[in-house]
């Protein structure tokens, strides 16, 4: 079974709309973090945002937020009033357990900012 | 600039060769991971190595080998290439191990074997 899941493999989004990308997880374990990465196409991965599982409040970064819903297994990206730089992949990641440090990682999303 | 060197950036070589990729992790980050980004299996986890020694094994072939040395400093050794290994190979390094904040990434090194 898929760890991560970004069921989205691209959207088309117009510049200063907000947009939302999804990310549902699966684990069975208490202690988890969820990230999300950006890759340009210029190829580097560039964090955005983290949230562990234990953290009350969704986390929030600039423009970036993160929609966290433990029941749900969902934690969803929020980025407010896109810009064109925005274009790139994003990628959701999981750290699983408390003695685990790599990263699972979703698929992908492609966004696309229209002007 | 990240912080986070890998080095080559781009390399090209043919089946059954062996090429050696470079990581220098951020200043004072211990930990050093390594990833592969390739279009058919997307982003794997390879290993993990924390301050010299091997912490964690993910799916790295028998052909794939890795080491941290003294300087903290990380190679991945990649030997009898075949045409699947092309991908694009990222290192991550953490202050200490899995810190959320500290996984840096590199800016990849892309392989291609022809």
């Known amino acids: 079974a898929q760890k991560i899941t970004q069921t989205q493999p691209g959207m088309f989004v117009q510049e200063k709309e907000a947009v939302t990308l999804d990310c549902t997880y699966d684990t069975s374990d208490p202690s988890y973090g969820l990230f999300w990465y950006k890759q340009p196409s210029s190829g580097e991965m560039i964090f955005l945002i983290y949230q562990g599982s234990y953290d009350q409040q969704n986390a929030t970064e600039g423009r970036y937020s993160l929609n966290f819903q433990k029941a749900r297994k969902s934690a969803n990206l929020v980025i407010s009033a896109s810009q064109l730089g925005d274009s790139a992949m994003y990628f959701c990641?999981?750290?699983?357990?408390?003695?685990?440090?790599?990263?699972?990682w979703g698929a992908g999303t492609k966004l696309i900012i229209k002007p | 600039d990240s912080g986070v060197t890998q080095t080559p950036k781009h390399l090209i070589t043919a089946t059954g060769q062996r090429v050696t990729l470079r990581c220098s992790p951020r200043?004072?980050?211990?930990?050093v991971y390594w990833y592969q980004q390739s279009l058919d299996q997307g982003l794997q986890f390879l290993i993990q190595?924390?301050?010299?020694?091997?912490?964690a094994k993910g799916n790295i072939l028998e052909r794939f080998s890795a080491q941290q040395f003294p300087d903290l400093h990380s190679e991945l050794n990649l030997s009898s290439l075949e045409l699947g290994d092309s991908a694009l190979y990222f290192c991550?390094?953490?202050?200490?191990?899995?810190?959320?904040?500290?996984?840096?990434f590199g800016s990849g090194t892309r392989l291609t074997v022809v």
């Open positions: 991550a390094s953490s202050v200490v191990e899995g810190q959320y904040y500290g996984y840096t």
């Open positions: 190595y924390y301050n010299g020694e091997e912490r």
């Open positions: 200043s004072g980050d211990l930990s």
């Open positions: 990641a999981m750290r699983e357990g408390a003695s685990n440090y790599q990263l699972i």
